[in-house]
């Protein structure tokens, strides 16, 4: 494997290797759902907030660049066009240089963010002349530039070991699912089709929870994973060595407040829980990783009721009813909900699969 700390490494104005440029004012609330990124000054999924429908004869912004956040300094490359997040101090900020591909972008981005990440907050924000004059380090050439041939050969070996590791993993996880009998060889439209659904309260499915209030201020850092009322990150807010009466694991966690009000997601590892979000287990069950995916998922679809005039409350969360596949007698079928999520997860794992053949 090529080493980083084999290579000489110099310091470098970014306003020296890059042309700065802020995108067209844009608010991604103006547009329809579509497939052009919209990304904005978020620390994950390499800043994409949504995908929209651009505007007849709407100018995208070119692929190739390195997007900063000016509000934290994460920074991401772009490998497609997109709808930059402009006409306001915290629209981001975008880095180009021609002849930068998906690898060196990458590397760059990470040292771009090892500058950035820390110095740049909503009270100390970035800007166009801020990020000109940072300085980052650079593996260089014997005549003490850029070593862009170093960073692309060095992100194409480790991104090629990665893939290596992901095959394997996803190789296992797919005999793990596939071990279980079931109806995994049905397709996913004939398994739901061929059962009956009724509704059922979900006080009568869950016992119900409550979290805990923690503000940042009184939390202490740690590896504990701390959930909020979030629509992201698997809702997890922060990280923290903190433990209340709260802990859990193997656990649903549905939000009732909050920007992801109505949303759930699965924690399968230790953690604790904000109390704007409730924790399910089931009633009649022992917990089942795709089992509680699939109440997830059955509890979401309730969610278009809810809004800021008519909150997601702990009563009416309580008393709403969700549709649910049902045995013979008129029973909640886990069994069926369990073989419907491994048949789900193993077909997305041999679809990560063929993906990765084609980027070969």
Not at 56 to 67: F, M, N, P, R
Not at 97 to 110: E, M, P, S, T, V
Not at 181 to 204: A, L, N, R, V, Y
Not at 239 to 259: A, C, I, P, R, T
Request: aromatic share 12%; hydrophobic share 35%.
């Amino acid at each position: 494997m090529m080493r980083l700390d084999d290579r000489e490494w110099k310091t470098f104005y970014v306003g020296d290797l890059f042309t700065v440029k802020r995108p067209a004012a844009r608010n991604k609330d103006d547009y329809q759902e579509g497939a052009v990124p919209f990304v904005a000054s978020g620390s994950v999924n390499n800043g994409v907030m949504k995908c929209c429908q651009p505007f007849e004869d709407e100018v995208l912004d070119a692929a190739g660049c390195i997007t900063v956040s000016p509000v934290d300094g994460s920074a991401f490359y772009q490998p497609y066009p997109f709808l930059g997040r402009g006409g306001a101090g915290s629209s981001v900020l975008m880095l180009y240089k021609d002849g930068i591909n998906l690898y060196i972008g990458q590397f760059i981005a990470r040292m771009v963010a090892n500058t950035c990440v820390g110095k740049y907050t909503y009270g100390h924000m970035g800007n166009k002349d801020s990020i000109k004059r940072e300085r980052i380090l650079l593996p260089v050439t014997d005549a003490g530039e850029p070593d862009y041939q170093f960073m692309e050969n060095y992100m194409r070996e480790l991104m090629d070991e990665k893939k290596k590791q992901y095959r394997r993993y996803v190789k296992q996880r797919i005999a793990a699912l596939c071990a279980v009998p079931g109806d995994q060889q049905m397709d996913w439209k004939s398994m739901i089709d061929s059962h009956k659904w009724e509704p059922f309260q979900i006080d009568t499915i869950f016992n119900i929870l409550p979290g805990k209030r923690l503000v940042a201020a009184d939390s202490t850092p740690g590896d504990r994973p701390f959930i909020g009322a979030l629509d992201n990150s698997n809702g997890v807010a922060r990280f923290v060595s903190d433990k209340n009466e709260s802990l859990d694991k193997n656990v649903l966690g549905v939000n009732y407040n909050g920007n992801g009000m109505v949303i759930g997601f699965y924690h399968p590892y230790e953690c604790i829980f904000s109390d704007d979000v409730k924790r399910f287990h089931l009633k009649d069950r022992e917990d089942d990783p795709f089992v509680l995916l699939f109440m997830k998922t059955a509890i979401l679809m309730q969610k278009q009721k809810f809004g800021y005039l008519y909150k997601f409350n702990a009563n009416r969360m309580a008393h709403t009813s969700i549709m649910l596949p049902v045995t013979d007698d008129g029973q909640p079928d886990y069994d069926f909900m369990e073989s419907f999520g491994r048949k789900m997860i193993s077909d997305k794992y041999n679809q990560y699969l063929k993906y990765l053949e084609l980027m070969r």
